[in-house]
């Protein structure tokens, strides 16, 4: 009895159970459930032996038993990491019927329209390395090494006496990890690295020649000319030219019966930041942005001053890169990244001589205190200065001085700060209490007043001249006698993890009511004004439409959003609001997912950010413990500190 063939639901269904990560119970499990033996071909075997293992025993089982063997295999987008879940899946069994297929004028367009997209976003394979950096011959074709000497050196004559004008660049295998070279440098013949992104090498070439690997269909996708010396799944279809006979049933067929076959018909997709199955259009786009993220910076940085706490992170917020720590003499020329601006101590004296990046947390940051150890959602990478120091430009300066803003990014920024106060999500997102403002008619104003801790780096480099929370508050009380002033002291300072500001307990004389424990985005909703040296607070209240007056000068201020006491020279252009937002939040920061682990945008950082609120109630019992820990650690540490000796 003839076994019905597989649906495309059937297939939809199969490749959410095994996306991201297949495993060996689900391959059991549809096995039984189709009455064929289905099994995954994991491109690399070895990271992935029990699978690989099952595919090896499920052939000897199909021939045995006279069962149909349906195999699974690693789509056309690889993970940026081998340790990473699977991104995309091809089902290998049903690519010959697929190919030969007939297809609407609507689905070879959108065959095309993925071609175009490919190519517009550098697309590989593989899509960890960076492109290569030399300039490329004028004319050269492609010869992919395999690692198979007899074959390689076929391809490589074959490339040679067709190309006799042209160079021969070399480029390995991706899908043979760790293989031997087997053709080197001779005249007209130039092998690249392994660490290669191959899009650029391929854009420009002639030509293609390879056995069976990956790149020969990339080949195609580029509109290059592919000679094939094996039968990979894109050869025999009239659309490269072939070595090899192909085999019976495989006829001449558009590319766009091949396009659309592999990337969609035969195909599914995660997305890396929900796990739950996406278009492949949505994968080439975030592969694409994956790519620009992880090239911004020189391929070797140099960090210091970092804990071991953080290191993990700042590996995290440079990949794409090679982070060293603590190196005692880097080279010349070499990129140093510091935190903020008092780790530059730690650099050799002779610092000028390399480029500096340094680090602050963003300001879509986390559901808890920095200083509790809580990880980050976002930080400011800053290669000019750092945003709170108002003493010498800064990335985020430039942005807002110079960025031409267009409608697209503006409209983008209103919709993300709306969202953002609908939401009442501010940078550190902790609180549990509610306020409500007096009721009744006031005399004058709700003005809220932001507490900071006064041996910040923002204080020292944004407050030029008043620097206290207590001398703020007497400075808005004489400027705003019939106000009804309320005081919020910092939450690192509540929280005992940040020494008290002077003469902090001297604050309630000088304002009608002192919180603690609320959200900072719920009290936004309720007073009418925000005073500040520096703090984000204002920023925030910007970002809700309030009116803000700043004592220092904190990258928001001079742009004529604010009510300024100091002036910022450096800053001659009138912003608004949407523009601020802009540069605040899209341009300037990097945002990395909870979820993925990889670059991400402020809008999925907001969605993470809401779900990760939405679980944090449960968890406060163990940042209490945490904190009480680090309390501890403090305390002993400053019991070791030598006593100075008297007089």
């Not at 297939?11 to 096995?31: D, I, M």
């Not at 449960?618 to 309390?631: D, I, M, N, Q, S």
Request: proline share 7%; with cysteine; charged share 20%.
């Amino acid at each position: 009895m003839a076994r019905p063939s597989l649906s495309a639901e059937d297939l939809a269904q199969a490749a959410v159970r095994l996306l991201p990560k297949p495993r060996l119970l689900t391959l059991w499990a549809l096995s039984w459930r189709w009455r064929r033996v289905v099994v995954y071909r994991p491109v690399q075997p070895a990271n992935r032996r029990l699978l690989a293992a099952w595919r090896r025993g499920g052939e000897v089982l199909a021939r045995l038993g006279g069962l149909v063997l349906w195999e699974a295999t690693e789509g056309c987008v690889a993970p940026f990491n081998a340790a990473d879940g699977v991104l995309s899946l091809c089902w290998a069994s049903a690519l010959e019927t697929a190919i030969a297929a007939a297809y609407s004028p609507a689905q070879q367009a959108r065959a095309w329209q993925l071609q175009g997209l490919w190519q517009s976003q550098q697309l590989s394979r593989y899509n960890h390395a960076r492109a290569y950096a030399l300039p490329l011959p004028p004319h050269y074709v492609v010869v992919v090494d395999a690692g198979d000497a007899a074959g390689s050196a076929r391809m490589l004559a074959a490339a040679l006496a067709e190309y006799p004008d042209a160079q021969v660049l070399v480029l390995p295998c991706p899908d043979v990890p760790g293989q031997r070279r087997t053709l080197a440098d001779a005249a007209r013949v130039q092998a690249l690295a392994a660490d290669v992104h191959p899009a650029a090498v391929l854009a420009g070439a002639q030509a293609v020649y390879c056995q069976a690997s990956s790149l020969g269909w990339e080949g195609l996708l580029w509109g290059k000319r592919v000679r094939t010396f094996a039968m990979p799944y894109y050869a025999g279809w009239g659309l490269t030219d072939d070595a090899v006979p192909p085999p019976l049933g495989r006829q001449p067929v558009p590319l766009a019966n091949l396009l659309y076959a592999v990337l969609v018909a035969c195909a599914a997709y995660v997305d890396p930041e929900t796990a739950q199955c996406c278009e492949p259009e949505r994968l080439l786009v975030w592969a694409g942005w994956q790519r620009v993220q992880r090239g911004r910076f020189p391929t070797r940085l140099y960090a210091y001053g970092f804990s071991d706490y953080k290191k993990p992170i700042v590996r995290r917020f440079f990949q794409g890169s090679a982070v060293l720590f603590d190196v005692a003499q880097p080279p010349e020329q070499a990129t140093l990244v510091v935190w903020g601006r008092q780790a530059l101590t730690v650099l050799p004296e002779n610092a000028k001589q390399w480029h500096t990046i340094r680090l602050e947390d963003g300001f879509i940051r986390s559901v808890g205190l920095g200083a509790d150890l809580i990880r980050p959602l976002s930080w400011a990478l800053d290669s000019t200065g750092i945003y709170y120091d108002a003493t010498r430009p800064s990335d985020l300066e430039a942005y807002l001085q110079n960025y031409p803003f267009d409608t697209p990014l503006l409209a983008r920024a209103r919709q993300l700060r709306e969202r953002l106060a609908a939401a009442r999500l501010t940078k550190y997102n902790v609180g549990t209490g509610v306020w409500q403002r007096p009721p009744g008619s006031l005399a004058g104003p709700v003005i809220l007043v932001p507490g900071q801790v006064e041996s910040d780096a923002s204080l020292a480099y944004g407050a030029l001249g008043l620097r206290t929370n207590l001398g703020l508050l007497m400075a808005v009380r004489s400027a705003e006698p019939t106000a009804y002033i309320i005081y919020k002291p910092h939450p690192d300072v509540v929280a005992g993890l940040r020494q008290a500001g002077q003469d902090e307990a001297q604050t309630h004389l000088w304002c009608d009511e002192i919180i603690v424990d609320v959200a900072m985005g719920q009290l936004l909703e309720q007073v009418d004004e925000v005073h500040t040296l520096t703090s984000l607070t204002g920023f925030e209240a910007l970002l809700r439409g309030k009116r803000v007056v700043c004592y220092g000068l904190p990258f928001y201020a001079g742009w004529g959003l604010t009510e300024d006491k100091l002036v910022a020279d450096r800053r001659s252009r009138r912003l608004s609001v949407d523009e601020l937002a802009a540069a605040a939040l899209i341009l300037y920061p990097t945002y990395i997912s909870r979820v993925s682990g990889q670059f991400t945008s402020p809008e999925r950082a907001l969605d993470e950010l809401l779900a990760w609120r939405g679980q944090a109630a449960w968890r406060l019992w163990g940042r209490k413990l945490l904190r009480k820990a680090l309390l501890l650690e403090l305390w002993l540490k400053a019991r070791r500190q030598p006593v100075p000796p008297p007089g």
